[in-house]
Nanobody
Framework: QVQLVESGGGLVQPGGSLRLSCAAS????????MGWYRQAPGKERESVAV???????RYAEAVAGRFIMSRDNVKNTVYLQMNSLKPEDTAVYYC????????WGKGTLVTVSS
């Protein structure tokens, strides 16, 4: 059974940091492109960071220089280190895996507010 379970969301003040995790199981994790996406209230889901199976990363312009994505192919986990958070980063953050098929987690809410 395929599972993607996000964790690490919460409430943080502007300028603060959070680290999201996505634990994967049920598929050949190391072969998959992994991604973080987000959906803010009233907006469409958008790509935040995507990492290929070979480790190349593409960041959205809005987060480049502030967010860092990484993966651990032993723990089958991807991470998103989010620094210098802004109120506009408030959204539900989703983990995605794609290769032969695409899988989604249920998301974790990040709220940036003072």
């Amino acid at each position: 059974q395929v599972q993607l379970v996000e964790s690490g969301g919460g409430l943080v003040q502007p300028g603060g940091s959070l680290r999201l995790s996505c634990a994967a199981s049920g598929f050949a994790f190391s072969r998959y492109t992994m991604g973080w996406y987000r959906q803010a209230p009233g907006k469409e889901r958008e790509s935040v960071a995507v990492m290929s199976s070979l480790g190349s990363i593409r960041y959205a312009e809005a987060v480049a220089g502030r967010f860092i994505m990484s993966r651990d192919n032993v723990k089958n986990t991807v991470y998103l280190q989010m620094n210098s958070l802004k109120p506009e980063d408030t959204a539900v953050y989703y983990c995605n895996a794609r290769f032969l098929e695409a899988y989604w987690g249920k998301g974790t809410l990040v709220t940036v507010s003072s």
